[in-house]
């Protein structure tokens, strides 16, 4: 008996191999125009690209879709071209930060700076000079002493006071060319003579494990000073140092053991970390 497979002619065999042929062609065309760009103009031409140039065609739609799933990057960018773009653009980002903080910067320098000359207008007797903090030393892992840019050059000499918008912060006590350094209120060792100028009466400034009193009081009211009452700078002993300048406010009294009065002193200035500028109080017109 005869088989299918026999009762099929060499011609019929060719019919149907033809038409296997041509369904999936037109399978793998249709594939094929899913990967193809958007748009009419542009799938017709590539479709005849894939048509006459396959190997190219097919290579170029395979770095489109490995593009596709790295990222969507344009389809005329190399991977290469990708990472240094993500590099540029990541600079870009660091540059604008750095920028936006030094402008930030400036911005709070600035208003430092407004503060010092609306508080402290060029009195008569005696000139301001605005120097930047540009050092901090510290001793025992205490803040002990200011580096300032301005120095000997600038009129700056030992014994003058250093203040801020908030009171006097130290005394200088080396003067260099052009730089100069400053002890501080808050450094264990200081001394300095104050004085309450309403009531006459003045003595020795000095830090105690920390804190700021007054001591050897003498003068018309020595005993009897009062507690928010502002003690000031003197000239007691030291011609360079400006006398009247706010140093700190009474806070509380003690005795010593020989029965004199020990007050307790908060000075002016709270925050010492804090401070960028200060001022020198130079004696006399410049």
């Known amino acids: 008996m005869t088989s299918p497979e026999e009762k099929l002619s060499p011609r019929s065999q060719g019919n149907l191999t033809s038409r296997l042929l041509t369904l999936l062609s037109f399978l793998l065309c249709a594939g094929a125009l899913f990967l193809l760009p958007a748009g009419t103009a542009r799938r017709l031409l590539h479709t005849g690209m894939l048509l006459t140039q396959p190997a190219q065609e097919l290579q170029a739609m395979g770095q489109r879709i490995t593009r596709e799933a790295l990222g969507g990057l ?31 910067g400036l911005r709070l320098e600035n208003l430092q700076l407004q503060r010092l000359l609306r508080h402290y207008k060029q009195p008569k007797d005696y000139s301001l000079v605005v120097a930047e903090v540009t050092g901090r030393g510290l ?42 350094v400053v002890k501080l209120l808050c450094a264990r060792d200081f001394t300095l003579p104050g004085e309450a100028t309403l009531r006459k009466t003045s003595g020795i400034l000095e830090n105690r494990e920390g804190g ?7 003068g018309e009211s020595f005993d009897s000073l009062g507690f928010g009452e502002w003690l000031y700078t003197t000239d007691l002993g030291n011609e360079a140092m400006q006398p009247g300048l706010p140093v700190g406010v009474i806070q509380g009294k003690d005795r010593a053991p020989d029965d004199s009065p020990v007050y307790a002193v908060l000075p002016g200035v709270k925050d010492f970390l804090g401070i960028q500028y200060v001022m020198v109080a130079i004696r006399g017109k410049r």
């Open 74 to 104: 344009p389809e005329n960018m190399t991977l290469e071209e990708r990472n240094a773009l993500l590099v540029e653009l990541t600079q870009a980002r660091i540059g604008l930060s750095q920028a936006q903080a030094q402008q930030e």
């Open 139 to 180: 001793f025992l892992g205490k803040l002990n002493t200011f580096l300032l840019d301005r120095g000997a050059s600038d009129g700056i000499q030992e014994g003058q006071a250093v203040l801020s918008v908030d009171g006097v912060v130290g005394v200088v006590i080396q003067a260099m060319a052009r730089q100069c």
């Open 212 to 218: 700021l009193v007054l001591t050897g009081t003498m």
